[in-house]
């Protein structure tokens, strides 16, 4: 079992930056590539951003790409998703993720999930 806490989530202006952490205990969160996923109200989660389980590869959506970067400390168990230039389409539930095989952009890839952190962007 992984369990993950995610944190960082808040209310910011169009603009504004946040950066969300993603802190994993129990196995060893190095073995496990991470990604984060979103889901506004009234829509299907869907993805953001892919690291690979040593960080050495990241993946993007198109609608993130050039204004959020992920990473991951695996000495501290901790992943990111850092968020700059951020618009009121960015206003979701946030969450992390984290598999061990399937295409990175699929939801049922991936074996363990947090709870969410709300980020709300206002115009």
């Known amino acids: 079992q992984v369990q993950l806490v995610e944190s960082g989530g808040g209310l910011v202006q169009a603009g504004g930056s946040l950066r969300l952490s993603c802190a994993a205990s129990?196995?060893?969160?190095?073995?496990?590539?991470m990604g984060w996923f979103r889901q506004a109200p009234g829509k299907e989660r869907e993805f953001v951003a892919h690291?690979?389980?040593?960080?050495?590869?990241?993946y993007y959506a198109d609608s993130v790409k050039g204004r959020f970067t992920i990473s991951r400390d695996n000495a501290k168990n901790t992943g990111y998703l850092q968020m700059n230039s951020l618009k009121p389409e960015d206003t979701a539930v946030y969450y992390c993720?984290?598999?061990?095989?399937?295409?990175?952009?699929?939801?049922?890839?991936?074996?363990?999930w947090g709870q969410g952190t709300q980020v709300t962007v206002s115009s």
């Open positions: 129990g196995r060893t969160f190095s073995n496990y590539a």
């Open positions: 690291i690979t389980r040593s960080g050495g590869t990241t």
């Open positions: 993720a984290a598999h061990k095989s399937g295409f990175y952009a699929y939801l049922s890839s991936y074996n363990y």
